[in-house]
């Protein structure tokens, strides 16, 4: 049932996910009636049938298109992938613009509040967004209106293969090497901070070498470190329980987004608390110049606000999307892992 499943999978990965359940359901029936009606026998299909059965079907682009919703769109199905990319690559010129434009604001003589570069930054990318897939859209329109479907429909020499079909993409699946990986950098990074820490500083030179103080503030130490290596002592302890398992059950996924949600507390507290440079190993190490002292310290501090508030906004996203992949899972999971066929 190899080929059936991968077909079912390619077929239900092209349509909305409100419909995939039900679809995937109803086409795996219809696979199984049509296999049993030509061997005349339930289960134990070989690939040969499979594949006889499935070049009836057609290509599962061809077969998720029957199963999409009959209704007038301004780009249709035949260039809406390709539109899809171009809308992605939009996306990101309008990120890209908006955080240049707002560094080199930021490191201005005269630079602004933290909240008046975000508005700024909002507002650029809004304007890239809008004015680049407004274009993009009508640009589209007219080629789905002038280029015909002939050009889209598979040609005799592109008749496809059923054995062809891409396998199917394993979700619960764990890296083993990658789990491995991350428990020794995790713990080589807590053994440095803990033990260390105090010792992170750099060097000088006035005729003779000396060592400058932490270059990391005293309330790292205290508010800031702790909470780290928590953080990183449990993912040691999840990575570990993975391991084991071999692959994400609930368990994990539930402990995987408590984790995330405790990244988005760390991450409010460093970007709303004390500042974590050590303002004197600056003065120390700059002493021959004094004047780049504050320079130097507005920079740090301003790169370090806006690398806290980017992670933030990337981890309440991930968070976001973690949940809903989460939810969608175990809502079609009868789906994902196929039944057994009588």
């Known amino acids: 049932m190899e080929l059936i499943n991968r077909y079912v999978y390619q077929v239900g990965r092209r349509l909305p996910e409100r419909t995939r359940a039900d679809v995937e359901q109803e086409l795996r029936s219809l696979l199984l009636d049509a296999l049993e009606e030509r061997t005349g026998r339930t289960g134990d299909f070989t690939e040969e049938e499979q594949v006889a059965v499935l070049e009836e079907f057609g290509p599962p682009e061809q077969m998720a298109d029957k199963y999409r919703p009959q209704a007038r769109y301004i780009i249709g199905p035949k260039l809406y992938d390709l539109y899809r990319l171009v809308v992605t690559i939009i996306g990101g010129a309008g990120l890209l613009a908006a955080?240049?434009?707002?560094?080199v604001t930021a490191v201005g003589p005269d630079a602004p509040s933290v909240l008046s570069l975000l508005l700024q930054a909002w507002t650029t990318f809004i304007n890239v967004l809008l004015s680049g897939i407004g274009s993009a859209t009508l640009i589209f329109a007219v080629l789905e209106r002038v280029i015909p479907d002939e050009e889209f429909e598979l040609g005799e020499d592109k008749k496809w293969n059923p054995?062809?079909?891409?396998?199917?993409?394993?979700?619960?699946?764990?890296?083993?090497?990658?789990?491995?990986?991350?428990?020794?950098?995790?713990?080589?990074?807590?053994?440095?901070?803990?033990?260390?820490g105090q010792r992170i500083g750099g060097v000088y030179y006035d005729g003779t070498w000396h060592s400058t103080p932490s270059f990391l503030s005293a309330a790292f130490f205290s508010l800031y470190l702790p909470l780290l290596a928590v953080r990183w002592g449990l993912t040691i302890l999840q990575d570990i329980v993975l391991l084991r398992q071999g692959r994400w059950q609930l368990g994990t996924r539930i402990a995987d987004l408590l984790l995330h949600f405790l990244d988005i507390y760390i991450l409010g507290r460093l970007?709303?608390?004390?500042?974590?440079?050590?303002?004197?190993?600056?003065?120390?190490?700059?002493?021959?110049?004094?004047?780049?002292?504050?320079?130097?310290?507005?920079?740090?501090?301003?790169?370090?606000?806006?690398?806290?508030?980017?992670?933030?906004?990337?981890?309440?996203?991930?968070?976001?999307?973690?949940?809903?992949?989460?939810?969608?899972?175990?809502?079609?999971?009868?789906?994902?892992?196929?039944?057994?066929?009588?």
């Open 99 to 103: 955080v240049v434009s707002t560094a």
């Open 163 to 196: 054995r062809d079909l891409p396998a199917i993409e394993p979700r619960n699946e764990v890296k083993r090497a990658g789990l491995v990986v991350e428990i020794a950098f995790l713990a080589l990074l807590m053994t440095a901070f803990l033990a260390f």
């Open 271 to 342: 970007l709303g608390g004390p500042s974590v440079v050590n303002a004197e190993a600056l003065q120390v190490a700059l002493a021959g110049a004094p004047e780049a002292v504050g320079v130097l310290e507005m920079l740090l501090e301003r790169g370090l606000q806006w690398g806290f508030l980017v992670a933030l906004l990337v981890t309440i996203f991930e968070v976001v999307s973690r949940m809903y992949q989460f939810i969608r899972d175990y809502k079609l999971r009868s789906v994902v892992e196929p039944k057994q066929a009588n």
